[in-house]
């Protein structure tokens, strides 16, 4: 076998102002973790940039030890590697681990799926029917139309899910976004494409038949595997 092509990946470059001053009634922690998230999914902190914690804590407007553990749980999330001293990077895109993710979200969700399609409600699938919708609507913002992503495919799995699946599906699906983030932009062109891949679950989960979802959702993790794959090993340029 030949070597497979590195994985494009920016240059890694120091953080700039691309992180907002943290405020509300949520811990200080919480509210730091949330917006760095939220920066690393949004690109705003590239993979393989790096950082230091005090020019976080200054963009941020606190003080360190808060975005210290911030980052001890973004880093057990897989979103941010710690460096010895006072320096973090956000990690870096990789073939493998996406492969990893999706091997496990494929020997989890289908069977999850397959046992929820007989247990979702009217109301159930009313409501996936509302967030499908949702997803075609080229007006919210990407963190708002990934918000209805998740939803919608919670809504799939949640009858029968153990509170031991959802934490580990949770950890799963934001290591996952990364990934489905850079494939999946915000042009018009991307969310009807989003929009129309989703059709196929909304129309298994009303046949409330598990054969059905279990298969819709397993060819729906593949497509997305292997898309996130392809644009992985485009040369940088592209």
């Not at 949004?42 to 980052?71: C, K, M, N, Y």
Request: net charge neutral; with cysteine; charged share 25%.
């Amino acid at each position: 076998m030949g070597t497979e092509p590195a994985a494009t990946q920016p240059a890694a470059s120091t953080a700039s102002p691309a992180l907002r001053p943290v405020g509300g009634p949520h811990s200080t922690v919480d509210r730091v973790a949330t917006e760095v998230r939220r920066a690393v999914l949004d690109g705003s902190l590239a993979p393989g940039s790096t950082f230091s914690i005090g020019e976080l804590a200054e963009q941020l407007g606190v003080s360190h030890i808060p975005v210290r553990e911030a980052l001890s749980r973004l880093d057990a999330q897989g979103l941010i590697v710690l460096r010895r001293g006072r320096s973090a990077m956000v990690a870096p895109l990789d073939r493998d681990e996406l492969r990893g993710i999706y091997r496990l979200r494929r020997r989890i969700e289908p069977d999850l799926a397959a046992r929820s399609a007989e247990l979702l409600t009217s109301e159930d699938v009313a409501k996936l029917g509302r967030l499908f919708a949702a997803i075609g609507d080229p007006g919210p913002d990407l963190d708002a139309l990934w918000d209805t992503h998740s939803a919608l495919h919670l809504l799939l799995l949640r009858p029968a899910a153990s509170r031991w699946d959802m934490r580990v599906l949770e950890q799963l699906w934001r290591a996952a976004e990364r990934y489905t983030r850079v494939v999946f932009d915000s042009s018009f062109e991307q969310r009807a494409e989003r929009h129309a891949a989703h059709q196929t679950l909304v129309t298994a989960a009303g046949t409330r038949s598990p054969t059905d979802l279990a298969r819709a959702l397993d060819e729906h993790l593949i497509a997305n595997e292997q898309a996130c794959l392809a644009r992985l090993t485009l040369p940088a340029s592209s």
